[in-house]
């Protein structure tokens, strides 16, 4: 319920991650690429193609979102958002305007690296990116892979593009209360990604979360990678005590992360609750 595509900054392509998710013995994927529904035709066609009887593609998205911390402080938070229509103009506008926002960052980013004398080359990034496509991190920590700067992308990022790292910027994104409404307005839903990821830098407060649920969200993400145990046990609480659906992901990035398919799931009694009221879009399969 939670994978990423070359149309972001996975490194399978669609159908690859489609195929991935066959092999693996999956019976779901959810396609999930940062700000951008550029993936859902060409994974829709690969299920059409090799799909098995019974398995299925829920096309969405995962958004970048601004949100309070609960501590009197701003956090980045990602919602992945399910089964949505993608012509919503609202919808639209503003991944638009995320991906134009998305580039200008990375190509800062690559810009300082290289001014500090970084063997990047900032022009030569940015070409190799499909046209409006969302770029994100990932993408410069493999060009200083490749590059060899550093020897992992996860090198790339404790070193230079992490949170607290030097080369790191921020971006201006959605309002996470008007993304929720902007999804639930286009038939989707909304399933809070990660939330107590603290490798990943600042995390929310439970009380968020709350406040969130009273406001339309309608599941949160408990098995992820980056959730130990404590956390995940803490997170089911609290989801059972909002009524939150619980979820689970890989967060499959391809090559880009050693984490493969399948490796965190979500029931299918979740599955249900989370999609039976869209209207925005189809389950494909
Ligand atoms: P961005 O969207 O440009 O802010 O970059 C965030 C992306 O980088 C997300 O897809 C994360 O999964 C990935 N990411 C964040 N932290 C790390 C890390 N420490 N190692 C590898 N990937 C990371
Ligand atoms: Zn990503
Ligand atoms: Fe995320
Ligand atoms: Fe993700």
Known sequence: MHVHSSESDGTDTPA??????????????????????????????AV????????????GAELSCESSDGRGGTVT????????????????????????????RLEQMARRMAGDGFPVDPEALMAGLPPDSPGGRPHLARALVEAGTVNSVTE???????THAPYY????????HRAVRMIAEAGGTTVLAHPFAVSRGQTVTAEVITELAGHGLRGVEIDHPDH???????????????GLVPTGGSDYHGTNKNIPIGSERTPEESLARLLDDCTGSKIIG
Do not use: N
């Open 48 to 59: 059409r193609d090799h799909g098995r009887p019974g398995f299925r593609l829920v096309p």
């Open 228 to 242: 130990d145990e404590g956390t995940r046990r803490r997170l089911r609480e609290l989801a059972a005590e909002l």
């Open 169 to 176: 910027m921020p971006r201006a994104d959605t309002p996470v």
């Open 16 to 45: 690859g991650a489609v195929r991935a998710a066959l092999d693996a013995g999956l019976d779901v994927i959810a396609l999930t690429d940062h700000d951008t529904s550029a993936g859902w035709a060409e994974a829709e066609q």
């Open 77 to 104: 938070v990602h919602l992945l958002a399910y089964l949505f229509d993608p012509d919503s103009p609202a919808l639209r506008e503003e991944q638009l305007r995320l991906r134009a926002e998305r580039r200008e």
């Open 156 to 162: 790339a990022f404790d070193r230079y593009l992490g």
